[in-house]
T-cell receptor, first 114, second 114 residues
Framework: EPEVTQTPSHQVTQMGQEVILRCVPI?????FYWYRQILGQKVEFLVS????????KSEIFDDQFSVERPDGSNFTLKIRSTKLEDSAMYFC????????????FGSGTRLTVV | AQTVTQSQPEMSVQEAETVTLSCTYD???????LFWYKQPPSRQMILVIR??????QNATENRFSVNFQKAAKSFSLKISDSQLGDAAMYFC???????????FGTGTRLKVLA
C-alpha cells in the first residue's frame, strides 16, 4: 500500500536553529498538509498546499514557518528559528482530492528543541 | 467555527467485548465528512472509518462501525470483538469542506484488557 514517508523520524535541534522536515507524499496525490501534535495534546492543522501554493494556513503557521515542494516529489516544512514550544510531533499528509476520502498520514517527525 | 469534542479521555474494554467511543461536533455546514483515526504508541495516524454527512447509512469497516446522528451532531465509534491491537489513542475528526482541513478532538485513550 502506498505510504507517505517522513524523514527524519526524530530530530533534536538547538533553540534558534533552522530545521527542515521532509516528506514524500504519495505520488498521485495533489493535496499536501502539515499538522503538529504537542505531546499529550490534540493534532492541530498547520498548513495545506495545492498547485504549488498554500491553500490555507492556521494562526500557528507564522512567518517562522514555510513550506515548499522543491522538486515535484518532496514536500518540506521549514522552521527558521526554532523555539522550545516548537517541540512536537509533525505529521505530513497527502490526499488525492480535497474531499472526503481522508488523508494518508506519514509516521511523523518528532522534533525536540533544546 | 467548527469544534469537535471527545468527552472520554480514557476508556477500558475487556478483550472480545464491545466498546463505544463518543464524539460530538458543532458546525453550521450541511456538507462535511467525519472520521475516526487511530494512533498507536508508534504515533502514526491511521484512518479507521469515514462518514459522509449526506449519507444516512452508518459506515462500517469490519469490526468498526459508527453511529452517526446528524441532527444531534454525534458521531460515535463502536468497536466489536475488541482485540489487544486495538489499544491506542482514538481521534475523532471533522473535515471542513471549505478549507479541506481537519479539526480533531482531544482523543480517547482505549485500553484493552486481556
Amino acid at each position: 500500500e502506498p505510504e507517505v514517508t517522513q524523514t527524519p523520524s526524530h530530530q533534536v535541534t538547538q533553540m534558534g536553529q533552522e530545521v527542515i522536515l521532509r516528506c514524500v507524499p504519495i505520488s498521485n496525490h495533489l493535496y499536501f498538509y502539515w499538522y503538529r501534535q504537542i505531546l499529550g495534546q490534540k493534532v492541530e492543522f498547520l498548513v495545506s498546499f495545492y498547485n504549488n501554493e498554500i491553500s490555507e494556513k492556521s494562526e500557528i503557521f507564522d512567518d517562522q514557518f514555510s513550506v515548499e515542494r522543491p522538486d515535484g516529489s518532496n514536500f518540506t516544512l521549514k522552521i527558521r528559528s526554532t523555539k522550545l514550544e516548537d517541540s512536537a510531533m509533525y505529521f505530513c499528509a497527502s490526499s488525492v482530492d480535497s474531499r472526503g476520502y481522508g488523508y494518508t498520514f506519514g509516521s511523523g517527525t518528532r522534533l525536540t528543541v533544546v | 467555527a467548527q469544534t469537535v469534542t471527545q468527552s472520554q479521555p480514557e476508556m477500558s474494554v475487556q478483550e472480545a467485548e464491545t466498546v463505544t467511543l463518543s464524539c460530538t461536533y458543532d458546525t453550521s455546514e450541511s456538507d462535511y465528512y467525519l472520521f475516526w483515526y487511530k494512533q498507536p504508541p508508534s504515533r502514526q495516524m491511521i484512518l479507521v472509518i469515514r462518514q459522509e454527512a449526506y449519507k444516512q447509512q452508518n459506515a462500517t469497516e469490519n469490526r468498526f462501525s459508527v453511529n452517526f446522528q446528524k441532527a444531534a451532531k454525534s458521531f460515535s465509534l463502536k468497536i466489536s470483538d475488541s482485540q489487544l491491537g486495538d489499544a491506542a489513542m482514538y481521534f475523532c475528526a471533522y473535515l471542513d469542506s471549505g478549507t479541506y482541513k481537519y479539526i480533531f478532538g482531544t482523543g480517547t485513550r482505549l485500553k484493552v484488557l486481556a
